[in-house]
């Protein structure tokens, strides 16, 4: 049978990718067929990985963004799939207890940065079309945030996974010109360092979720693997939702 | 490699509201591994037929897994002859797509098509589809909890109102969307996913593009080409499969880009 959801061959480059949702699609990439995978990230993964290099980076600088870059161009001619994952959250109790430095770092890091580190990474994406004659992929990982509003006072958060979704439309008909293309995946709640408490409550989270659980790595897997093989390649600047339903009940 | 994207073992029933667009779908779903696909349309159609030898008795293989169910699903003794003819033969459904998209001027037989007939099979189908969820009941995939699926399909005139003026045809393509949503948080609690593809400009219907203005059309889609069985056999394949089973209520748009551009 012929798979068209095969990844065989391809190198990725995942931000984030040492932890969370960043760590189970690297998995998930390596699992699916992919050759290499760059993990990008400010923190060490805790396991070992195979097929997986590390590259410890600064994201929230274009000097972090240029070094990371750098390093991956000593060894990589093209990359086929890039994953904007990396990402932080920050709220405050009250809305007059708000600081700029929570907006300015989770701004920078959730919207920013997915913006430059593509632009930096273009030419090898484009060159991997050039090379392959098969579309590029980028998929920014988003959040059901930036659909739907939670109660945390996580202003910075909601509002850019909002504006990275609408970036990510733009962006895409640029890109689409290079055969790079560029989609976005909102994840609900995925238990990681960031949603402790999909993590530590996952009994109670799943109460508010309608499938009645959270979410797995072969859920994010699923999606990952569907938009970055050619299985997604008719699909443009588009939102996939993985979410087991919760913002259709917000 | 990886399981997730298997359809084996998986029986799907497909309906069709334009002869030839359910084959396509029917044909692609097959390869993917469904062990049966049955396809409700009111004609028969041909299956198809290739010039190489070795691809034609490929294809005649995935033919014997699609059966054909003649049946007007606009009706409701229509609908009930497609439950009683499927559930004589199978004890469960693992996969039903709607995907009846009809296009004419007249408003009741559109809305007819492409909004009451898939909301209404939907809810015919709930026993046969709650019977998959079950592994003891059902086909036995596998001990994992086994979600039953509902994929619901629409074109981007229910996203973007077009040029021309198909009022029923636009309305029932987002009417479909919506409806998905509603039913999706509904039939969660049954372990039945439902989630929509929307569909652009494509090589064959339901939104055939006339050959006469296909270059013309195609320089205005973003990805710079229609979109081909693949694509929509892909995104069926991802909702319809263990990777899309956290996709309640999902919407995924397969048009290139097209939706994104204004004008």
């Not at chain 1, 995942?14 to 290499?36: A, F, P, Q």
């Not at chain 1, 733009?170 to 408490?197: E, H, T, V, W």
């Not at chain 2, 062990?35 to 490929?58: F, G, I, M, N």
Request: charge should be negative.
């Amino acid at each position: 049978m012929r798979n068209i959801f095969s990844l065989d061959g391809r190198v990725a480059v995942v931000t984030g990718g040492s932890s969370g949702i960043g760590e189970m699609l690297v998995k998930g990439l390596v699992g699916n067929g992919c050759d290499r995978v760059y993990d990008i990230s400010v923190h060490e993964p805790v396991a070992e990985r195979t097929r997986v290099t590390f590259i410890k980076a600064d994201l929230l600088t274009l000097e972090g963004i240029d070094e990371a870059v750098s390093k991956i161009e000593e060894t990589e001619k093209h990359i086929d799939i890039l994953v904007n994952n990396a990402g932080i959250s920050g709220g405050a109790p009250s809305f007059e207890e708000f600081s700029e430095r929570q907006w300015d770092q989770v701004v920078d890091l959730n919207m920013k940065t997915p913006l430059f580190f593509t632009q930096r990474m273009h030419k090898l994406l484009k060159k991997s079309y050039e090379t392959n004659k098969r579309l590029s992929k980028v998929i920014n990982i988003s959040s059901i945030n930036g659909l739907s509003i939670d109660r945390d006072r996580t202003y910075g958060y909601h509002a850019s996974k909002a504006g990275l979704l609408h970036m990510t439309r733009q962006m895409s008909l640029d890109l689409i010109k290079d055969g790079i293309s560029m989609n976005a995946i909102c994840p609900g709640a995925f238990p990681s360092n960031m949603n402790r408490q999909a993590r530590d409550y996952a009994h109670k989270t799943s109460e508010q979720i309608p499938v009645g659980r959270t979410g797995s790595p072969d859920d994010i897997t699923g999606a990952v693997v569907y938009l970055a093989s050619q299985a997604g390649d008719y699909v443009l600047g588009s939102t996939l939702v993985v979410d087991g339903g919760v913002n259709n009940i917000r | 490699m990886s399981t997730l994207f298997s359809l084996d073992n998986r029986v799907a029933l497909l309906t069709c509201g334009l002869t030839g667009y359910g084959w396509m779908i029917a044909e692609g779903l097959a390869e993917q591994g469904a062990k049966r696909v049955y396809v409700a349309d009111k004609e028969p159609c041909t299956p198809r037929t290739v010039l190489d030898e070795e691809e034609q008795s490929q294809l005649d293989e995935i033919y014997k897994k699609i059966i054909h169910i003649q049946c007007d699903i606009t009706t409701e003794e229509g609908r009930e002859k497609l439950f009683c003819e499927i559930s004589a033969l199978e004890p469960s459904i693992n996969i039903l797509v709607n995907s009846s998209l009809y296009n004419s001027e007249g408003w009741e037989e559109v809305i007819k098509y492409n909004l009451e007939a898939p909301i209404k099979i939907t809810e015919k189908f709930l026993p046969l589809l709650k019977a998959s969820t079950n592994p003891d009941e059902g086909t036995s995939i596998s001990t994992e909890q086994m979600y039953g699926k509902v994929i619901n399909i629409s074109t981007v005139d229910g996203i973007n109102p077009p040029q021309v003026a198909n009022f029923a045809f636009s309305s029932s393509n987002a009417g479909i969307n919506h409806a998905s949503k509603s039913f999706a948080v509904q039939y969660i609690r049954h372990k039945i996913v439902v989630s929509s593809i929307t569909v652009g400009l494509f090589n064959t219907t339901p939104n055939e593009v006339n050959p006469a203005n296909r270059l013309q059309v195609t320089q205005r889609i973003p990805a710079k080409r229609l979109g081909h069985k693949d694509d929509i056999v892909a995104a069926i394949t991802y909702l319809a499969s263990r990777a899309g089973d956290y996709c309640v209520g999902t919407h995924i748009v397969v048009d290139g880009g097209v939706s994104e551009i204004r004008g």
